[in-house]
């Protein structure tokens, strides 16, 4: 959204570091959020939240990491190839 959705409705475009740290400081904490929530009402599938935490932190500090020395196209790239996996994750379970 930050990289492609707002320059399209006239929001100033962010860095591609900006864009992908915002990304993932949103999605860290709406996720904690809704497990947090979920986990309250004992409506967890607790493998499936292990198997996306497992990957996701650390592909979200190594995409932080390599946001400083890694080319814009590749880190967008990248994103859309994890975000795809995940979705073919989440879909799949």
Do not use: C, K, N, Q
Not at 37 to 48: F, G, K, N
Not at 53 to 77: D, K, S
């Amino acid at each position: 959204m930050f990289l492609i959705g707002f320059p399209l409705l006239g929001v100033e475009r962010l860095s591609t570091a900006a864009a992908i740290g915002t990304s993932l400081f949103l999605e860290t904490f709406g996720f904690g959020v809704g497990v947090a929530r979920y986990v309250s009402m004992r409506l967890v599938d607790v493998r499936t939240v292990r198997s996306i935490v497992v990957v996701t932190v650390p592909l979200g500090v190594v995409g932080a990491v390599a946001a400083r020395h890694v080319p814009a196209l590749w880190l967008r790239i990248g994103y859309g190839v994890v975000m795809v996996v995940l979705a073919v994750v989440l879909a799949h379970r």
